[in-house]
């Protein structure tokens, strides 16, 4: 468990796949979420993802999922994935499913327990995501949290009606510790 003022990452329990259902059949959540096109997404198939990559393979995997807990209930989730022993890399991902708690520092917050589980904890060297042109505010967030702009894929995604930039963020170690002592 990752703890901080107030947001706590916990461990995906199989009983959150309902709240994950709801926020994945949330149109314009999973727009800004980027990735494949919104489909209807169903607790069975979720059920099976969990059954599949947090019991059955977790022990052989790498990547990290979490639940994003506030007051007491599950706003989000996020995680860590594609580490690379070799570069000592990892992808970072969040997104708040409960629209009351966007704009309100606690992406910030999140994104802060996620680096210092890749730094500090997993001895990462640099740590990477991918976000779009029109996600302003995920943009803001990361920036806050010391990420910098690496590189732009012009149009690249097709965003429910026009095509966006793709934009790829990291920070590295020393970026992150710098930004723990201003
Ligand atoms: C992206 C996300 C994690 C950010 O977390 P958050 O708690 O909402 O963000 P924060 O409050 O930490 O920071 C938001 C920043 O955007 C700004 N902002 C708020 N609303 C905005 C809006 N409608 N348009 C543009 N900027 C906005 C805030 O002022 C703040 O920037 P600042 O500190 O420079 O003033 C969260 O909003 C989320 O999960 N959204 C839905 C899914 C998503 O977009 N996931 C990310 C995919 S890459």
Redesign the pocket.
């Known amino acids: 468990m990752l703890i901080g003022e107030r947001v706590t990452l916990r461990p995906l329990r199989r009983d959150d796949m309902e709240t994950l259902l709801r926020f994945s059949n949330d149109v314009e ?1 999973e727009l ?3 990735g494949d096109p919104p489909k209807p997404h169903t607790l069975e198939a979720w059920q099976s993802w969990y059954d599949e990559n947090m019991v059955k393979d977790a022990d052989k995997k790498s990547d990290m999922s979490f639940a994003i807990e506030a007051d007491g209930k599950m706003i ?1 989730h996020c995680g860590l994935w594609r580490f690379n022993s070799t570069n000592r890399t990892c992808c970072l ?4 499913g409960d629209r009351a ?8 917050e ?2 802060g327990l996620l680096l210092d589980c890749a730094f500090r904890l997993h001895n990462q060297r640099k740590v990477c ?4 042109d029109d ?4 943009q ?2 990361y ?2 949290c010391g990420f910098v702009e690496e590189g732009r894929l012009r149009q690249q995604l097709w965003r429910g009606g026009q095509y966006v930039d793709e934009i790829h963020m990291g920070i590295l170690e020393e970026e992150w510790r710098k930004g723990l002592s201003t």
Request: charged share 20%; net charge positive.
């Open positions: 959540l800004l979420g980027g989000g991902g969040i997104g708040i708690y966007w704009s309100r520092s606690y992406g910030r999140g994104v995501l991918d976000t779009s996600n302003v505010r995920a803001r967030c920036k806050a």
